[in-house]
């Protein structure tokens, strides 16, 4: 049964989506999981990272992306995923023949118009649910009742969000067991952690009190884009992580990423770095295959 995980934060550029494809990627290389991994941004970056531009655009037409399940719970009772939507194997598919090259890793894409779905379910009651109450409260746990009957498909399932904490990552939220933060050390991108922390803790204490459990535990910061200079992280890098530290503890995961050009290319190159030879990319393959470690570990062994 898939364990499901958000990468959420509302901070944009933090590293959400890189932490997400290579955290997939890693799971299905390293550890030959089932892996889905879910485009909740209409971005699409992580669509564009995994799949070829004109097939995703193509695979819109024919098949089907997020949109199609958010205009599900307009249409029916039981707001439904369909298989089809989701691209097999798809990291480095360009064609349907194309076998993709890791085995094991699909993807839910996203559609540009998402937003426009979005709004529908900030205002638009579906004729089929009776109240405004009842509306409220299913319309944030529409991914989560379509999950339910794919997840014995995988081992895990992971949310790219988008850059805020509107509808769509709530709906992430709910369906989560986990969810895990990206964050750059630097003071801008780590002033808003602990408002993302109460905001989630908020959405949970609201659900419960709709009668649902929504128990997605707190998986932990992890920081991206780490500069050193001289054999020692930059100084504000260093304070940051000082104050991280101190204010979640172990909740701070060890592994970091740094930042280098290779990361950055990373998500427009489409490839599997687990399985690349390529010397430059070494170091960042030693510390996404770390923090792909670390995850399971923190989930498999959480503290008492
Ligand atoms: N460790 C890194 N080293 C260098 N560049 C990085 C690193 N991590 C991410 N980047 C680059 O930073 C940019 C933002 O990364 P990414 O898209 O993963 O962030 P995000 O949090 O998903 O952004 P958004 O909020 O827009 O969805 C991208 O251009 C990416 O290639
Ligand atoms: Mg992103």
Redesign the pocket.
Known sequence: MARIISII?Y?????????TLQLAVGLATLMKQRVLMVDL?P?C?LSLSTVDEHYWADWLERRGSINNLVQSFFETEQPQLDRSWIIENALDRAWDSMPGNTPGLDLLPSHLDLPEYEMRLVSRKPRHIASMEEFYFKRTTILKEALAPIRRHYDYILF?C??NIYLISGNAIVASDYYLV?TIPDFISCYGIPFILQHIGNMQKDTKERGLRSTASFLGIVR??VRQAGGHLVREHEEQSHKLKLNYENLLFETM?????G??E??GTRHNIYNSREERLAETRKEFTALTREMVRRIEEPRA
């Not at 990423?257 to 050009?261: A, G, P, Q, S, Y």
């Open positions: 934060n901070k944009g550029g933090v590293g959400k989506t890189t932490i941004d971005q970056s790219d988008p850059p990206p991206n884009r990423i740094f930042d280098r050009i990361v950055a990373l998500l």
